[in-house]
């Protein structure tokens, strides 16, 4: 089954009881997990670093740093408890990308996760990526802005993380061991989901390059998943058919709502429709056998044809193609005998319409 994310990120515009409502929006819409970013804004962004355009665009000016944008977005670790604890009640999974390693240590030891997202940005932050790869948990790493060469390099550190000893220093060298290595390809495999994506928001069909998701699975022989940044559904449809195991988008109670991320998102009737639409698929795409399916088993005999006369045919008459017609329904006889039954004499009278029966 496709797993479903949806990914309330920064949506509730620092507000604990948007949080909540955004946990009950995606647990009615079927999401399997609804997934939050925990982060200090001062350990995140230097007050030298400026808003993305889009950020800039969906707030409407451009004079705010990322460090005032994201103090606004900050919610506090005691709401994130509560938070994941209201995520149970709602029958909902919790999941959170930490961006510092407070965060981090904070969504581990006081939250418990087990499985953690890593966000797109982070996929060179190498310190970072080895605290995610020995916390033992499963990881899914979204791959935006980066080359093959830089996904395998994050999967190096993730894979030292897992099988190196403690006494083994970090290098590049022990990252392209680590790599290289049967237990260290065995812990990937067994840890890590990969997610294609385009960061800009929202992000154009024409940068989608899905064939890149399908291309990652093949080259790194891992799970892989599509996190989109589109408008609409198309994309995601489109992932699920060529094989994603994860697809996350982001979900907004109400998309003319201020904030950095809102109109780069889905509603909560939009995405309960995603949410069909990628179940509807993944029932669609089957299996590799190519057999009759129950439902159709019964229109068989109605939609194929069989072996009719088209007039009166005597006993001792040979049969020809004058004498012959194929129609429906499949009874008596079946075309694939027209051949072997052309000049054999009949064995009975046949009237204009009788299925042959020889």
């Known amino acids: 089954m496709t797993q479903v994310i949806a990914e ?4 509730h515009n620092g507000q604990e009881e948007l949080a909540a409502e955004l946990v009950v929006a995606a647990s009615q819409a079927g999401a399997d997990y609804v997934k939050f970013q925990i982060f200090s ?12 355009d889009y950020q800039a665009k969906a707030l409407g000016f451009t004079n705010i740093s990322q460090l005032e944008m994201l103090k606004a977005l900050e919610l506090s670790p005691e709401a994130f408890v509560k938070i994941s604890e209201f995520c149970q009640t709602s029958k909902i999974k919790f999941l959170a990308s930490a961006f510092d390693r ?3 240590r904070f969504l581990l030891n006081e939250l418990g996760a087990d499985v953690v997202k890593i966000a797109s940005g982070e996929i060179d932050n190498a310190p970072f990526l080895l605290e995610h790869a020995t916390a033992g948990v499963r990881i899914i790493m979204s791959t935006g802005m980066s080359s093959a060469l830089e996904v395998k390099n994050a999967l190096g550190v993730l894979a030292f993380g897992m099988v190196a000893g403690a006494d083994e220093k970090p290098s590049m060298e022990g990252f392209i061991e680590a790599y290289a290595s049967k237990e260290g390809r065995s812990a990937l495999e067994k840890t890590v989901t990969l997610l294609h994506c385009t960061s800009e928001y929202p992000a154009p069909m024409s940068d989608v390059n899905m064939h890149a998701m399908v ?3 093949q080259t790194f022989e891992l799970p892989v998943g599509y996190s989109d940044h589109t408008d609409g559904l198309t994309a995601s449809i489109a992932a699920t058919a060529l094989g994603a195991q994860v697809i996350e988008k982001h979900l907004t109670l109400d998309k003319r709502m201020e904030g950095p991320d809102h109109k780069a998102s889905l509603g909560p009737d939009e995405f309960r429709h995603l949410v069909n639409a990628i179940r509807e698929t993944k029932l669609a795409l089957g299996d590799s056998a190519k057999e009759a399916r129950e439902s159709e088993i019964k229109n068989r005999a109605l ?36 051949w072997s039954l052309l000049g054999q004499k009949a064995s009975k009278f046949y009237e204009a319409g009788d299925v042959i029966s020889e």
């Open 215 to 217: 291309a990652m699975g």
């Open 303 to 338: 939609v194929r044809k069989g072996l009719y006369a088209s007039k009166s045919i005597s006993v001792g008459e040979k049969f020809s193609n004058n004498n012959l017609i194929i129609m429906r329904p499949a009874t008596g006889m079946s075309p694939f005998n027209y």
């Open 102 to 104: 407070n965060s981090l």
């Open 8 to 11: 309330a990120g920064v949506n």
């Open 41 to 52: 804004a001062e350990n995140l962004a230097a007050v030298s670093a400026k808003t993305a």
